[in-house]
């Protein structure tokens, strides 16, 4: 046995060089808490590189989730309807408001909502008499859902849509960039995200005085009075100036972390793209994915070796990887919610979480890294 090698993580913060002079500005002004310039100027770099009306920057992704909930005015016992595979952040505000969650199942194509099940799914509601508030959709690993198509169908019925774009920020779809399409827009700058502010997220829209209701909601809804006025609820959720200086500088490098990510996923993709069994996630017509992390399915009964067998030697080799998320909808805190399939009797999402993985992704990993984790699968598949 060789001594053991420096850990290869799933996906690891890679900071751009500016970072530090973003803080250091706020250190001489002081500017330190809790807003000031930094934030200011990442809401506005944030909203131009998107090419949307407005931002407002928060502590995280959940957060934004939670204040377009809020303001959509869903509450207990409303109806939400949110894409079932996905990271738990994505429903858990649904929880926060006292609504019900209703899953809708993926589609091959996109891997994301499909369209034909929404549509089942809002035609049913719609006769029972009750539509769901809002529809939650997610781009699951930087690649688009058909935002067009679920758009149209939701306008049919009249309702507003939350488009979760954590992991995909800085992908396009349709000429647009990612989280653009929805009502409202939600990025995350949590650790392992393409870019990153340790911790953090943003709401976008082209509604800028929904962006400062979120503000105000976002800073204890505090009445503009000398004294400390309150009529409604609210909550302590504003990125810090600090943070903010971290966001603006990793911002200057984004389009260089999504070109890096989609080298990862071509030099995995050369190797083994064409090995039996082997199914990399697609990319939509139309659409170009920052391929926030590399995800494959891996049909055992083909290649001879699970996505299981295949973490479990990249683990024992001191290597991330990870199968892919969960779907809501077989997760014991969402046991009652109802779902959607793709199609009667075929869960697509189930079939992705039964054969799914996501390798190592990071944009600071080098060709020697890769070789490694390349290496390992490689032998398996053979
Ligand atoms: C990371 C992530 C979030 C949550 O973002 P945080 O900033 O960690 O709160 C939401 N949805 C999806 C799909 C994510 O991957």
Known sequence: MSKQQDRIFLSAPHMGGN??????????????APLGNNVNAFEEALAAYNGVAGASVLSSGTAAIHLALRQLDVGEG???????????????????QGARPVFI??????????????????????????LPKTVIIVNLYGQSARMDRLMEICRAYG??????????LGSEYLGRKSGTFGDFGVYSFNGNKIITTSGGGALVSGDVGALERTRFLATQAREPALHYEH??????????????????????VLDERVAQRRGVFERYYDAFGDMPGV??????EG?????????????????????????????????EARPVWKPMHLQPLFEDAAY???????????????????????????????????????????
């Open 279 to 284: 199914a990399f996630m697609p990319e939509l």
């Open 159 to 168: 309702v507003p849509v939350i488009e979760d774009a954590a992991e995909s």
């Open 231 to 252: 009529s409604e609820v609210g909550y302590n959720y504003r990125m810090s100036n600090i943070v903010a200086g971290v966001g603006r500088g990793q911002l200057d």
């Open 105 to 130: 199942d993926s589609e091959p194509a996109t891997w994301n909502m499909s369209p034909g099940a929404l549509e089942r799914a809002l035609g049913e509601a719609s006769d029972a008499g009750v």
């Open 287 to 319: 659409s170009k994915s920052n391929r926030w992390l590399t995800a494959l399915t891996v049909d055992p009964e083909k290649a001879g070796v699970s996505h299981l067998d295949i973490i479990e030697a990249l683990s024992a080799e001191n290597i």
């Open 19 to 32: 970072e530090q002079g973003y803080i250091q500005e706020a250190f001489e002004r002081n500017w330190i």
């Open 78 to 96: 409303d109806v939400v309807f949110c894409s079932s595979l996905t990271f738990v952040a994505t429903a858990n505000p649904i929880l926060y």
């Open 340 to 382: 959607y399939e793709h199609e009667d009797g075929w869960s697509v999402s189930d079939e992705l979480f039964r054969y799914g993985l996501c390798l190592p992704s990071s944009s600071s990993m080098t060709e020697g890294e890769q070789s490694r984790v390349i290496g390992v699968v490689e032998r398996l598949l053979r």
